[in-house]
């Protein structure tokens, strides 16, 4: 697999610096770079020449001269991101600036393993088409998996909602399909790192993202990084010993807090109180007359809050972010402030998700940006697979 970026350490000196600066000028790359004037006419050249930079209009400098600036051409190289669900795959390819160029949503094939790497190979051949691109541009992937990741053996783990991903090299077996590097990574993650980038945890080093709807699972950003643990598990809060007992062997697989407050349970919880039995959570909190649902929302935050005690008093977070079905619920998260003033002398903010369901997906670009420009920085002859192979980690 040959990802085609620039060789020299210079060219990827300077296309990183267009990339920062741009719309640029080649005085002021070669300002910026310390390379000389006429080396970096030679290397806008050849960059140029070879589809990396595009022109980008003149500039008026001094005693009427012009000068002409540069910018990333964003087609060069593309990206494959795919947050996979339980229940579906959200894919897209990006381009150089973050664009989407194509997206497909269809439904998990619930089979998974094998037959969940076929789906994603077809969609891929799906997006180049939709998007007229040639298969060599793009130049790697990301994909959001609900499960964790151990950072050394790159084998998934905790994937309950999935068969058959536990038992095979997902990120391997993906990656001699499709023809270029890989990298899979827990989908609540990846939605914290779309938030960490076009949502609300801009400008926030320290927060976490908690996706509340069938189940619970949390991201966690610290000090600008995702924070990801010995086993590649951190953040797995559904076996929080929290809402229930946590020594029932009942709920060992599906752990405390979620057997407390995923959907499954809210419904028995509103059907416990004598509510229609049947519906959908949404369904259920649509109904804001019905004390049973009062109740249930309530009960259900009470245990959110104790949970994000728990999390406080270990990370500290500034703010906690919600999404998914559940956590994008404005009544509920009222609930949870009101009873976090109850229970903590200074809570951490709490806010929800403008990114919705797009959350997962752009935080599979955000880390395909992030790695591309850490290739443009790595050391001479680091250059191609081994740059973006799965052990070279994203912030």
């Keep these: 697999m040959h990802t085609g970026f620039p060789r020299q ?83 897209a390819l990006a381009d150089l600036s973050g664009s989407i160029l194509a997206e497909v949503r269809e439904p998990t094939d619930t089979r998974g393993g094998l037959h969940l790497i076929d789906q994603i190979a077809r969609i891929h051949t799906e997006l180049l088409q939709r998007s007229g691109h040639r298969a060599e541009t793009v130049k790697s992937g990301v994909i959001g998996i609900p499960g964790a990741v151990h950072p050394k053996t790159r084998r998934l783990h905790m994937v309950p909602n999935i068969p058959g991903l536990t038992d095979i090299p997902v990120e391997s077996l993906i990656q001699e399909r499709l023809g270029f590097p890989v990298y899979i990574e827990n989908d609540v993650n990846l939605a914290a790192k779309g938030e960490q980038r076009f949502g609300q945890g801009k400008s926030i080093d320290n927060f976490v993202f908690i996706a509340l709807g069938t189940g619970i699972g949390m991201g966690i950003v610290n000090d600008g990084r995702i924070l990801r643990g010995a086993h590649g598990a951190a953040g797995e ?17 599906a752990g ?112 395909a940006l992030e790695r591309f420009h850490d290739v443009l920085s790595e050391a001479p002859g680091s250059i191609g697979d081994a740059s973006l192979a799965p052990d070279h980690q994203p912030a």
């Excluded at 990183?16 to 310390?34: D, H, I, N, Y």
């Excluded at 076996?239 to 060992?252: E, K, M």
């Excluded at 009960?299 to 104790?306: L, N, P």
Aim: charged share 20%.
């Design 9 to 91: 350490p210079t060219a990827r000196k300077v296309l990183r610096a267009v990339f920062e600066r741009a719309p640029v000028s080649r005085a002021e790359l070669a300002r910026l770079t310390g390379i000389s004037k006429q080396a970096m006419s030679e290397i806008i050249g050849t960059l140029e020449q070879e589809g990396w930079v595009r022109q980008a209009g003149k500039v008026q400098g001094a005693i009427g001269r012009s000068a002409m600036n540069y910018e990333p051409d964003p087609r060069k190289a593309l990206f494959l991101g795919v947050d996979v669900g339980g229940t579906k795959v959200h894919a």
């Design 237 to 253: 809060v559904s076996t929080l010993p929290v809402g229930t007992d946590p020594f029932d062997s009942r709920i060992f697989k």
């Design 256 to 367: 405390a807090l979620e057997s407390s407050i995923g959907s499954i349970a809210i419904r028995a919880r509103y059907e416990g109180l004598g509510g229609e039995p049947g519906l959908t959570v949404r369904a259920i909190f649509d109904r804001t007359s019905d004390r049973a649902t009062a109740i249930v929302v309530d009960e259900v935050s009470r245990v959110i809050a104790a949970a994000i005690v728990a999390v406080a008093a270990i990370l500290d977070p500034q703010t906690v972010i919600f999404g998914g079905s559940v956590g994008v619920r404005q009544e509920l998260i009222d609930r949870v402030e009101h009873h976090l003033g109850r229970c903590m002398p200074a809570p951490p903010a709490c806010a929800i998700s403008t990114l919705g369901s797009q959350a997962g997906l752009l935080g599979c670009i955000s880390v």
